[in-house]
């Protein structure tokens, strides 16, 4: 069985200050991570994926299989940033079928 | 040039009754999901459609839930007999067949309330 484990539901940060999105899985084979972002009044849309090994909007993840993690990270928050996000998992040879954890609201203020 | 559309975005409905949820993929799209997302959680897989078929329909709860793509577009879901445990926004998503795994693209979501 597969599963994604965000521990917190609310993450409150000032603007400028680092953010860092905790996520953990568990999963027997080769997984591939992915956060997913939903801005207020938006759909939800994908951030980054671990296979890409790319900064989106200053956001960086790295998968760590010894510690089954796939932290989001951000040296300094911006306002824009306030929103859902969502850690997922795909196992192997399942295509596109999502596991998603549980979720994050990240909160930016001044 | 839209992106994926869901209807009706709001739907109440009285415990018992038949309920349909419309989906239009991105043009082009071949593949299909639809997932389940109840208040607190992360949307929850139902089933998911390569083409015309179900490649994998392990999500959907039970036998009152169904859905169709009969032309390999549009998908129907479709609850019967609906209880108050189905409360719940229901999000399709649609990804073309070459894509990476995991690069859905997202509807705004049909919020079913069963009273």
């Known amino acids: 069985a597969q599963r994604v484990t965000q521990p917190e539901k609310l993450l409150s940060v000032f603007k400028g200050a680092p953010v860092e999105l905790k996520c953990n899985y568990s999963y027997s084979g080769s997984p591939e991570l992915f956060w997913y972002v939903q801005y207020s009044r938006q759909r939800l849309q994908l951030l980054l994926r671990h296979i890409s090994r790319e900064s989106i909007k200053g956001f960086t993840a790295d998968l760590n299989k010894g510690e089954t993690s796939f932290h989001l990270k951000k040296p300094f928050a911006q306002e824009e940033d306030s929103a859902m996000y969502y850690c997922a998992l795909s196992g192997t040879g399942t295509a596109s079928k999502l596991t998603f954890g549980t979720g994050t609201r990240l909160q930016v203020t001044l | 040039g839209a992106g994926v559309s869901q209807t009706p975005s709001n739907k109440v409905t009285e415990k018992g009754k038949y309920v349909e949820l419309r989906c239009d993929p991105i043009?082009?799209?071949?593949?299909l999901y639809w997932y389940r997302q109840s208040l607190g959680q992360g949307p929850e897989f139902l089933i998911y459609f390569q083409g015309t078929g179900a490649a994998d329909d392990s999500g959907l709860p039970n036998d009152r839930f169904f859905a169709v793509r009969p032309e390999g577009s549009v998908s129907t879901l479709k609850i019967q007999r609906t209880e108050r445990g189905d409360s719940a926004v229901y999000l399709c998503a649609s990804s073309p067949g070459s894509s990476l795994a995991g690069e859905l693209f997202f509807g705004e979501g049909s919020r079913l309330t069963v009273l």
């Open positions: 043009s082009g799209h071949t593949a």
